[in-house]
């Protein structure tokens, strides 16, 4: 009677297990498990973060340190609610409502600041001075305080029983950085 118990319960735990496991293989625990990565600063989210710095030719290197110390904070108060996911067959839709800083309207006050002031952003030989113009391009961008939302539909295959997450196109993920233009 103990030997069945003991297989039973075995049984049990791993049929739990694999129920559980089969519980997070859904699309919408993959856009869960994506944003949480941005959230918490994973080490692929610090690895994509370096590369968008990386492209900002002007910055000097403090600056490219400031401007990553911002994203982060920025990943890190990302928001988001997961709306509602539709399968079909192999292919899924995860509508998901995000929330960040809305950068869009900083740069783009940053952008109309240059236009006006261009004098004041000149050095002593007569050439525009970008350490001055990042400068306070960043500062702006570290004092946002205005959020958007924007709704992000990411779209996952499903590739042998397990939910992938397709990459996210140019707009998604200017979306998550909130520097998408609306």
């Not at 306070?136 to 924007?150: A, G, H, M, Q, W």
């Amino acid at each position: 009677m103990k030997k069945l118990v003991a297989l039973l319960t075995i049984v049990f735990v791993l049929s739990g297990c694999s129920v559980a496991s089969d519980m997070s293989n859904t699309p919408t625990k993959r856009v869960e498990e994506y944003l949480n990565n941005y959230q918490t600063l994973n080490t692929n989210v610090l690895t994509k973060l370096d590369e968008v710095v990386e492209k900002e030719t002007t910055f000097s290197n403090e600056q490219k340190n400031a401007y990553r110390d911002i994203l982060k904070k920025h990943y890190q108060n990302l928001n988001y609610k997961i709306k509602e996911e539709t399968i079909n067959g192999d292919k899924a839709t995860v509508e998901v409502e995000i929330e960040v800083n809305d950068y869009t309207k900083t740069l783009k006050t940053a952008e109309d600041y240059k236009k006006d002031n261009e004098q004041l952003l000149i050095d002593e030989n007569g050439v525009f001075d970008d350490i001055k113009y990042n400068d306070y391009k960043l500062d702006l961008l570290k004092n946002t305080k205005d959020r958007v939302k924007y709704t992000i539909y990411f779209s996952a295959t499903k590739v042998k029983d397990d939910w992938k997450l397709d990459t996210l196109t140019n707009s998604e993920e200017e979306k998550l950085l909130g520097i998408y233009e609306y």
